[in-house]
């Protein structure tokens, strides 16, 4: 069974820009959580998404922002961008969010 | 969700038992016990869970004390692909994160030593 993938795996954009970046669970998984790691904060949650609706958002600004589809692919968003925003963006899915999260490998991005 | 603590850093004899330790001292009744690990530059990788009861799967075992205020993770014969940091995590849902997220700490980087 393929795994959780993001898209795209690496990306350069500069400050004030946005950028959308993608996350296809596990099939069968309806719950998607995202999550951003940086060296100075670490690991911190941003949102969770379930059968298309936002369940639960972590302490960071509006400029983030996710939407999941029909088909539980999910997308965040992260507009008007700043040089803290640089970071590795990392997805997870579970079947309903119970049990174990299955991480993808993440978006590493680069904000110049 | 209650703070964990774990130590920095640790080593550990490549095909020795890997004890990591961590400490939750304010854990409540209906808190479990979560680890995960993540290896340089891939996403975190879950290994096992628990409430109150020792578990083992396929990777670890995970012994948590009676009056469940700390726990040990422990992998049997480490090899070099164990070299990870390690997070030990408590949360409140057995979702395990799901709509209220996990809350990772710094986590212990487990080195294994040739």
């Known amino acids: 069974k393929a795994g959780v993938t993001q898209t795209p795996r690496y990306l350069i954009k500069t400050r004030g820009q946005q950028v959308t970046l993608s996350c296809s669970p596990i099939?069968?998984?309806?719950?998607v959580s995202w999550y951003q790691q940086t060296p100075g904060q670490g690991l911190q949650f941003l949102f969770e998404y379930f059968s298309e609706t936002q369940r639960n958002k972590g302490n960071f600004p509006g400029r983030f922002s996710g939407r999941q589809f029909s088909n539980s692919r999910s997308e965040m968003n992260v507009s008007t961008l700043e040089l803290g925003d640089s970071a590795l963006y990392l997805c997870?899915?579970?079947?309903?969010?119970?049990?174990?999260?299955?991480f993808g490998p993440g978006t590493r991005l680069t904000v110049l | 969700d209650a703070k964990t603590t774990q130590p920095t850093s640790m080593d550990c004899a490549e095909g020795r038992a890997a004890n990591l330790p961590c400490n939750h001292s304010?854990?409540?009744?209906?808190?479990?016990v979560y680890w995960y690990r993540q290896i340089h530059s891939q996403g975190p990788q879950y290994i096992i869970h628990?409430?109150?009861n020792n578990e083992t799967n396929e990777m670890a075992s995970l012994i948590i004390t009676e009056d469940r205020k700390s726990s040990t993770l422990i992998l049997p014969h480490a090899t070099l692909r164990d070299t990870a940091v390690y997070y030990c995590?408590?949360?409140?849902?057995?979702?395990?994160?799901?709509?209220?997220?996990?809350?990772f700490g710094k986590g212990t980087h487990l080195i294994i030593q040739p």
């Open positions: 304010t854990i409540s009744g209906n808190e479990y």
């Open positions: 995590i408590v949360t409140r849902t057995i979702s395990g994160g799901g709509a209220d997220g996990l809350t």
């Open positions: 628990g409430l109150k």
């Open positions: 997870a899915s579970s079947f309903v969010g119970v049990g174990e999260q299955f």
């Open positions: 099939s069968g998984h309806r719950s």
